[in-house]
């Protein structure tokens, strides 16, 4: 059974999602403000949802501790605030998507669905030993880790995935749309500013851990189209 917890001080929406996500079959703890969110969370969490209006703790702040206490767990960020800025900050801050209020529950529950299901096929990749890459000084193994030259690279694990699955088609650009369905979920709905940020994350990754590293890949924007994982062996040909 899957373990969420939730980080809401609204009365009325987080007794909304504890009675939704338990009469789906998911085990809910229900925190009222980051600090018993925190503490919470030391137990073990597979997904949070966590509101970045908390009346105690700066909410972005309250993201940041959660990803280093749970690296593995998927967080999605509930938030009034419809500034594109608060919500790349939010996932900046390390979650892994958002939803802004007043949102349907049944949206909610579709997005845990597919994060979780996700999550769970990540952490269990049968074909690991098919899934190594080698571009350049990066090199991408089964053991879910990314190196550059010497220096392994600090990825979540969307942000593995997003690398993975750009490196399976080095120079060749993969669309939106597929890498929202290959790194996401097939059924999918809803922004893709979750997807532009992991790319951004990914591109401040990749160049500080190969400053000096000849033949660092880098992800190109293909206006229109999608992303590029460019072959540093094919430049220039």
Known sequence: MSRILVIEDDQTIGGVL???LSAN????????NGGGGLAAAAAG???VLLDLGLPDRDGFGVCRELRSILPGAVIVVLTARREVMDVVSGLESGADDYLIKPFRVIELLARVRAHLRRNAGSAT?????SSVVVLGSLRIDGARRAVVGEVEVPLRARE??????LGREPGRVVSRETLMADVWDVNWFGSTKTLDVHVASLRSKLAAAGPGTAGT???STVRGRGYRLEDPGRSGK
């Open 217 to 219: 890949p880098v992800i």
């Open 125 to 129: 990749d049968a074909d690991g030993a």
């Open 160 to 165: 593995f995935d997003l690398l993975l699955r």
């Open 45 to 47: 969490a597979d997904l």
């Open 25 to 32: 079959g998911y085990s809910v703890q229900w925190q009222l």
């Open 18 to 20: 504890v009675s939704a």
